[in-house]
């Protein structure tokens, strides 16, 4: 059964340092997406992207995080300058983006890269 | 603002037993609820879902109820196992939109 894979799985990084978390969504899915969760905490979401631009993004989504999809297979997250606040696990998930309310798709999820900013 | 709150936080049943664990939303422009389970170094994965034009759904071991008016739906775990022993998450979502608004979720501890 395919599935949504991510790397690293662990990642320490110190603070202000860039990271960059990587994730290959299912092959023949259009629409990907970034949550993350803090320890202890729910898991929020950050972002969406379809057809190579944001289409939904949270509070949380602020200049600090970009998104990209540099091939046909992977969708990454950057963070640009980390804080002790981004330590969280960080899920990448995706869906196909085929039915007519992408709203009531499944959302497919990675294991996560768990993210520790000293 | 917590959109989606879950209850309880944690919850110990017995092998046979049935698991019930509740969620209520605010926005009423929700229309899908899923339920996503969640083993220890794994992401979520989906339980179950439903949507606000039928009151109860099953799948199995798996039921949701749920009440529109009340804004509440929840989730029953029949003939609950050990190997059911995970966290269960609610969840929210607009058809129109990409986001699922997590509950905080529920730590469920099924003994032999």
């Known amino acids: 059964e395919p599935e949504v894979t991510q790397t690293p799985s662990h990642q320490v990084t110190q603070m202000g340092q860039e990271v960059i978390l990587r994730c290959v969504p299912i092959?023949?899915?259009?629409?990907f997406y970034w949550y993350r969760q803090i320890l202890g905490q729910k898991v929020e979401f950050l972002v969406s992207f379809y057809n190579n631009e944001i289409s939904e993004k949270s509070e949380i989504f602020d200049d600090q995080f970009s998104v990209e999809r540099p091939d046909g297979s992977n969708f990454t997250l950057k963070i640009r300058s980390t804080k002790l606040e981004d330590s969280a696990m960080y899920f990448c998930?995706?869906?196909?983006?085929?039915?007519?309310?992408?709203?009531?798709?499944?959302?497919?999820f990675g294991p996560g890269t768990r993210l520790l900013v000293l | 603002q917590q959109q989606v709150k879950q209850s309880p936080q944690s919850l110990i049943v017995q092998k046979g037993g049935i698991s019930i664990i509740n969620c209520a939303y605010e926005?009423?422009?929700?229309?899908?609820f899923p339920w996503y389970q969640q083993f220890p170094g794994k992401g979520p994965a989906l339980l179950i879902a439903i949507r606000p034009d039928v009151s109860e759904k099953k799948e199995g071991r798996f039921t949701i109820s749920f009440n529109k008016s009340a804004k509440q739906f929840s989730l029953h775990i029949m003939d609950s196992q050990p190997g059911d022993s995970a966290t269960y998450f609610c969840?929210?979502?607009?058809?129109?939109?990409?986001?699922?608004?997590f509950g905080k979720g529920t730590s469920l501890l099924v003994t032999p």
């Open positions: 998930a995706s869906s196909k983006g085929t039915s007519r309310y992408v709203g009531q798709e499944t959302q497919y």
């Open positions: 926005n009423t422009a929700f229309d899908y």
């Open positions: 092959s023949n899915h259009l629409y």
């Open positions: 969840a929210a979502r607009k058809s129109s939109g990409y986001a699922l608004n």
